[in-house]
């Protein structure tokens, strides 16, 4: 008898992540992406591999998960990783006075860091504000969105996963309270097709509300979207945070010759008509340069945006809701057959990938345990054999 | 502000005939061309095929060629894209199999680079402090953070625009191309080992090889990165025709 068969639809870093812990457990594998591999929500992230300090003070069990899966990704992922860590920057004596908190967010989420002189924090980055009253270095780390992606895939398809990019899924096929496979439409051919499958997995981050509903479902996933604006100059090499609680403009991360601002924060209603408020982009490098004021000097090269997949949670602001990840099996919902992977973060797409293929794994009756913690992934580049 | 814009896109379906399309969209006026191309999908056609990611020349997907110039339109601005001219025209990228629309088959880029033995890494260019970056100087097992140099990604971003801009490799594909080149150049410069050096450069003077290429410096001249594959193809030719008459002047 051949292993159970599941559909992950989206390529974005959960699902890449999944399908190659799918395939590593023995589950036959396809993967259902409408466009390119990692080209909306994943592609456009900020790069950032996070060590948990962000969100160290506000959201610790998100921290917690960062740290944990960076440190995971560091032995497993050749190639698409930069670590040359993160500064966080005080600049005003408020940012000060949140360092002793900041501190002891990273002790209790078992963040490692060290607090260097502000005389050699401007000799390692020489275009940093010459007025910064205190650096805190940590693990922070820049990734490949594209290539982080491929690296997952590229080993899942060893292990007899198939990729299918361009090929959109239009409905969900049922069978009574069962979602027994997906409609799709191959846009390399135009074809329509039907392909059935054991169980379905919505990898869709932003997207997950609109699948959620194809299958008659309801996930509590708000697309919130944020601006990165990206110059032609890479004026750091370890990533510049601002010490303080999550805010616009508070992190520059640096990425080959560019370094990236970032982010705003917004809810939107539709994850595929993103408008770009011009203020955004001014406020960006307004408070970019506060941190590394070279940035006036330098060019914009490209500026984008991206919607996070945010789990929402009665009465809170965007920026508090925590960033962690949930799975949803839909069976609390009636329906059979299908679970939701959303919330999260790249940097802990394999730790999600783990969670969501415990449950398909439990709920197909298929007894493997997880090895992706130690399973070195092969490089991005074998996705092109 | 938002303005109107007018593109001639490229569309290709398997199994039909390839045809130009025209589109008006509306776009912010400072969009770069990825957006426009991104709103004749959102606007008007959403089975159009196209490779896009990261929108900062990062990922290297989305290039294409715009009005007959091969760019990654993420980068260029609408204003840029139309200078001069009424509607932009957008193809796909050329000595790439054609998947549909604006996609292409990379898989060869990959290939020829493999092919060489050597491809461009990403964990050895030196950073700005010129250090270079090994692999054992990784975070520390036990969780210390150090004093280490830096790291950072090589400029090549594999976006296969040096590709389809080269004059030989619509010529032949027995060509590792302009990338593959510049890796093996690249490779040849990291390595201290002779024989290593000796093999590479052997692979740079055999059939696929430096000899190949016609000088016409279209790829320097397209990447958008500045890693001046033609260059590198000059300094191995350079460094062979040197080797040659050393060995003739030793009889």
Known sequence: ?385 | MSIQVSLKAFRYQAGSKPRFERYQVTVPDDANVIDVIEAVWSQHDRTLMFRHACHHASCGTCAVRLNGYEKLPCIVSVKEALAGREEMVIEPLRNFPLVGDLVVEVVSFFQKQAASGMVITREAEPSLDGQPYQRSEVFAEDGTLDDRPYNRFENCIECGICISACPTMSATDKFFGPAGLAAIHRAIQKTDDHRQKSWLLALADGEQGVWRCHSAFECTEACPQNVNPAEAIMALRRELIANKVKKLMRG
């Open chain 1, 1 to 385: 008898m051949s292993a159970p068969h599941v559909i992950v639809i989206g390529a974005g870093s959960t699902g890449a992540a999944t399908a190659h812990d799918l395939a590593l457990r023995g589950l036959r594998v396809t993967v259902l992406e409408r466009g390119e591999i990692a080209n909306c929500t994943t592609g456009r992230n900020h790069c950032l591999l996070h060590s948990g300090g962000r969100y160290c003070v506000k959201d610790q069990e998100s921290a917690i998960e960062c740290i944990d899966e960076n440190m995971i990704l560091r032995r497993i992922m050749p190639d698409a990783l930069e670590l040359n860590d993160g500064l966080f920057v005080a600049l005003t004596e408020e940012d000060l006075a949140f360092k002793e908190k900041f501190i002891a967010g990273c002790e209790k989420c078992h963040i490692p860091y060290r607090e260097i002189p502000v005389k050699r924090a401007l000799e390692l980055e020489p275009f940093l504000n010459p007025k910064i009253l205190a650096a805190v270095q940590v693990p922070d780390g820049v990734f490949e969105p594209f290539r982080f992606c491929l690296a997952f895939l590229a080993t899942a398809r060893k292990n007899g996963a198939v990729v299918r990019t361009y090929t959109e899924v239009t409905e969900l096929a049922r069978s009574g309270q069962s979602i027994t496979g997906v409609k799709i439409r191959d846009h390399r051919t135009g074809k329509m097709e039907v392909i059935g499958a054991d169980m379905v997995v919505n990898a869709t981050g932003p997207w997950a509300e609109k699948i959620a509903a194809m299958g008659g479902v309801d996930v509590p996933v708000s697309p919130t979207a944020g601006v990165m604006v990206t110059v032609n100059k890479r004026l750091n090499n370890m990533v510049v945070n601002r010490l303080d609680k999550p805010s616009d403009g508070d992190i520059v991360v640096p990425q080959r010759m560019t370094s990236i601002i970032g982010t705003t924060s917004w809810i939107i209603l539709d994850p595929d008509q993103i408008e770009i408020p011009k203020d955004h982009i001014e406020r960006m490098i307004q408070k970019g340069r506060e941190m590394l004021p070279a940035i006036q000097y330098a060019v914009t090269r490209g500026v984008g945006a991206a919607a996070r997949p945010l789990i929402r949670k009665a009465n809170a602001d965007e920026r508090e809701v925590s960033r962690t990840f949930e799975c949803f099996d839909h069976k609390h919902d009636g329906v059979e057959g299908f679970v939701t992977i959303s919330g999260g973060k790249t940097t802990t797409a394999r730790g999600m990938a783990e969670k969501v293929t415990d449950v398909v794994c439990a709920k197909l009756g298929h007894q493997a345990e997880c090895h992706t913690r130690t399973t070195p992934l092969l490089s991005y580049r074998l996705f092109y054999n």
